[in-house]
């Protein structure tokens, strides 16, 4: 389904967010009203540099054809991203959400307490994965995730270094950046096919391609859900 964006526009005043009027053309007021109703709180700076940078890359793409994709690409953001807020993997676990995030890794409590307070072990630890291109010590916590969708493992920032030309291999704290970031996120999304999950309305495997599990798909159906109420 097309995206009818003087429908959005309006839905939006329809929730208090000021956005300018209704002219059908998304700029960046139009996108940050979108980021704060999806993330469900106040846009601030930073959502405003993201929403800018997502106006600037997003509206060219396959993913902005259908509001469905659209949606779930704002929802998946949103739950990597904590609304918007951080763009780099934050590793202080506690010995639960280890045990919940990587349970093969930290069956039990006493495996995982020795990582507590240790990001830097921890990310050395569970990212230690030479298929995907971390084949050196501390290549873990240097390839964590990072941008609109957790960007992780060495392979992928070789992937966004080749296709942009950004040294993201040396310098992968690039991706930290909002327009960096998304365009990585954008590259991933294209390469995962992404969008042809959610044609065919699974956004079970849609979250699968993107998290490599199902680790926050309630989350993501709750933002999805939330999107498609302006997108339509």
């Known amino acids: 389904m097309a995206i009818d964006w003087r429908a959005v526009q309006a839905r939006l005043i329809e929730r208090d967010y000021d ?3 209704v002219d059908g053309d998304p700029g960046p007021r139009t996108f940050t009203a979108l980021l704060a109703w999806v993330a469900g709180r106040a846009p601030d700076a930073m959502m405003r540099r993201v929403a800018e940078a997502l106006h600037r890359q997003i509206l060219k793409t396959p993913i902005a054809k259908t509001a469905p994709r659209l949606a779930n690409f704002l929802a998946q953001g949103a739950n990597e991203t904590g609304g918007f807020a951080h763009f780099v993997e934050d590793m202080r676990y506690t010995a639960a959400g280890m045990m ?8 039990t409590r006493d495996a995982a307490l020795p990582y507590v307070g240790r990001p830097e072990a921890l990310a050395n630890l569970v990212y230690a994965r030479p ?4 084949t050196k010590p501390g290549d873990g916590w240097r390839y964590r995730g990072r941008g609109w969708l957790q960007t992780t493992f060495r392979a992928n920032y070789e992937r966004v ?4 030309g950004w040294d993201t291999v040396r310098h992968p ?10 365009t990585a996120a954008i590259l ?7 969008n042809e999950a959610i044609d065919a309305g699974d956004l079970t495997r849609a979250r699968r391609l993107t998290n490599g599990g199902t680790i926050g798909l309630a989350e993501v159906m709750r933002r999805h859900k939330r999107a498609m109420a302006v997108l339509g």
């Open 19 to 21: 956005i300018g009027g």
């Open 100 to 107: 919940r995030t990587w349970p093969s890794r930290f069956p």
């Open 131 to 134: 298929e995907m291109g971390n």
């Open 161 to 164: 270094a080749r296709v942009t």
């Open 173 to 182: 704290e690039l991706l930290e950046k909002p327009a960096e970031g998304i």
């Open 188 to 194: 991933f999304w294209a390469d995962a096919k992404v």
